[in-house]
């Protein structure tokens, strides 16, 4: 039998662990396919939807919108964390056996309602950044009218 010189060494090892790699990965991939996405990543995506939104807007009332957050951070992370917690509980009741459908339907309305109120609070804010955006501006348009009179 031939020994293996150190070029087939090498790439045999380099195959070897091509595939290790790759069995690997895929198992992270069934993993995460199979456990659906994380609270965190769910988070994620919620805030890229809304900085997308934003996005339309003047940067003026995104930074307002981002001070506006960031004064109401203890109220919003306790909504967020409200509507997080009554989605876990509606799915617990949806998922319970055997299924108890007034249950179900309890836990769907705190769902509701905590998904409601944090929605309302975040378009609180985001209404309160346009209005302060339009009064920065009235008040620029008349310190300037003021400057044009004298």
Request: glycine content about 4%; charged content about 20%.
């Amino acid at each position: 039998m031939k020994r293996l010189n150190w070029t087939q060494f090498f790439v045999i090892a380099v195959l070897a662990v091509s595939l290790v790699a790759n069995f690997f990965l895929m198992g992270v991939i069934a993993k995460s396919m199979r456990d659906g996405p994380t609270p965190a990543a769910a988070g994620q995506v919620l805030t890229g939807a809304l900085l997308r939104t934003l996005e339309t807007y003047p940067p003026e009332v995104r930074v307002q919108f981002r001070a506006l957050l960031r004064e109401n951070r203890a109220t919003t992370q306790s909504l967020r964390r409200e509507a997080r917690d009554a989605r876990q509980a509606l799915l617990a009741a949806t998922q319970a056996q055997p299924f108890n459908e007034p249950a179900a339907r309890a836990a769907a309305e705190r769902a509701r309602i905590a998904t409601g109120a944090l929605q309302a609070h975040l378009q609180d804010l985001f209404i309160d950044a346009l209005s302060s955006q339009q009064k920065a501006a009235s008040e620029k348009i008349g310190v300037q009218k003021e400057g044009a009179q004298k």
